[in-house]
Structure formats: C-alpha cells, structure tokens
C-alpha cells in the first residue's frame, strides 16, 4: 500500500476513534484527524467494528456486538534443534486426549527466520470456548501446561525460550445463526454510502477467508469509486 500510494498515505499505529456521514462518503477519525473518503474498507475485528459501526446504524452495532468471541493463549517455546520435532505443520488436538493444549504449530519448520540456526520454536494454543478459564491462568501456570502438553505430545522436554500472549478475543465464533446475521449486517451497510466491510467473521475465519473477504472489499471499493460515487 505504501509503495502505491504513497508512504504519507498509510499511518500504522493510528487506532480509528470514530466513523461518521460525512456528505460525500465518510469521515474517519484518527490520531487527532479528521479524514475525509469516499470510500472506507472496515477491516477491524467485530468487538472494535461494532464501537465504530454501532453509531452509524444500531443494528449493525448489535449484530458485531453479539459475535462470541473466543479467548486464546499463544505460548511460544523454543529450544535445540536436537530434540526432534517431527517434520510437519504441527498438530490440532482433539478434546477426549485429555490434553489441555488445543493445538501445536511447528513454526520454525514452516517459516523462515522464526528461530536461530540450530533451535526450533512451536506455538502452543490454549483456551478456546470450552475453557475460558485458561486466560486466568498466570504466565507460570501457562507456561507449566504448555510444557506438560510439550513432553505429552511430542516428547520434548527442554526449552530456552518461552513467551505469553493473551488474546482476549481472538477467534469469532460462526454460531448456527452466523450466516442470516451477516446477511442482515451486509444489508446494512449496504445503505451506509462508501462503507465496505472485511474480516474473518464475514465467510469464515481461516487465513484463506479473511484474505479472501480483502479481496471482496477491493472489488466493492472498486467499484464504488470507478462509478464516480
Ligand atoms: C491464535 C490464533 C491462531 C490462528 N491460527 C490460524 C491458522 O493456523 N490458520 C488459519 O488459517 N487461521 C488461523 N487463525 C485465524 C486467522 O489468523 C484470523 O482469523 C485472521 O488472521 C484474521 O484476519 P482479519 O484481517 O479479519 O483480522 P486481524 O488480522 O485481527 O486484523 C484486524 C486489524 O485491525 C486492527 N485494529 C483493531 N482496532 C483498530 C482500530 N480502532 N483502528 C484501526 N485498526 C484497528 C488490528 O490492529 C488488526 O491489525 C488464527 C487466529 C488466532 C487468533
């Protein structure tokens, strides 16, 4: 984005504070500005866009309001390269094992540069919506059930390297109800001139989706600024 259109164009680090009608399109506000567009991709994730969207049209507040989210610990550990990792992706974990951790990436087998030469680092994920409670662990608790799930599931037990993220609300939850609530959202923001929405929570939530609803959005941005509106 930056290389099309400009690196004064693209300001990262700047959260949207509100979304308003504006006469020709929107206005987006920003780190104190007041941006004036045609056309506004609404890319952030549902908790966020119902804050943004909520006063455009209630609505469409409720509707993004009311997607479950569910919350998700990502423990990283690393260590040498000498214990084996099997080759692979990793691996999804099914509840009746008995084990905690919901899944397993081997991320320095599937990308470039996430460890040093000679060490390894798998992501671990815990929680979900079967056990919100996981979030209140505390980073030792957490750390001591990805290294149990570790040794349980691949027969590792030394690690170097180990860190926390919480995330409170990661993954929308596409409840049975999900699919007429989307078509009453995009109903929606039909009627809203120069809004355009994109996300996981629209078709589903997988890289292959999410970046498949920017692709949508292109086209309907597209289209609404080569028909002159
Ligand atoms: C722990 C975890 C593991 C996953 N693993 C996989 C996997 O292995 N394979 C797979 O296919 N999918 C996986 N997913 C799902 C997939 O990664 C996500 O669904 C997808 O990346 C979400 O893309 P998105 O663009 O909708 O949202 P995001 O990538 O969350 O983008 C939303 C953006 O909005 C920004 N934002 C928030 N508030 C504001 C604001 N006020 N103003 C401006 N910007 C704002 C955020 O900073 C963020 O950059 C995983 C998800 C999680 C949470």
Redesign the pocket.
């Known amino acids: 984005m930056a290389r099309r259109i400009g690196e004064t164009g693209v300001r990262t680090g700047t ?2 504070d509100a979304i308003e009608r504006a006469e020709n399109g929107l206005t987006v506000r920003a780190g104190g500005e007041a941006i004036a567009a045609r056309c506004v991709v609404c ?3 549902p908790p ?1 866009a119902a804050k943004l969207l909520g006063p455009l049209n209630a609505g469409m507040g409720d509707i993004l309001a009311g997607i479950p989210m569910a919350p ?1 610990a ?1 423990v990283h550990l690393g260590g040498d390269a000498t214990q084996n990792v099997p080759p692979g992706f990793g691996a999804l974990i099914p509840r009746h094992y008995g084990i905690r951790t919901l899944g397993t ?1 081997f991320v320095s087998q599937l990308f470039p540069g996430r460890a040093p030469e000679g060490h390894f680092v798998n992501t671990a ?1 815990i929680g979900g919506t079967l056990d919100p409670e996981a979030m209140k662990l505390s980073d030792d608790e957490l750390l001591a059930v990805a290294r149990a799930d570790q040794a349980k599931i691949l027969g590792i037990r030394d690690f170097d390297f180990a860190d926390i993220l919480r ?1 409170t609300h ?2 929308p939850q596409l409840v049975p109800d999900h699919p007429e609530k989307i078509d009453d959202l995009r109903a929606r923001a039909a009627k809203i001139h120069g809004l355009v929405l994109a ?2 929570y629209l078709t589903g ?4 989706h ?1 970046v498949g609803s920017g692709y949508t959005a292109a086209d309907g941005a597209f289209n609404l600024t080569a028909a002159g509106n």
């Open positions: 959260p949207v890319a952030v994730p966020v998700v990502v990436v994920f995330y990661a993954i996300g996981n939530v997988g890289i292959d999410a």
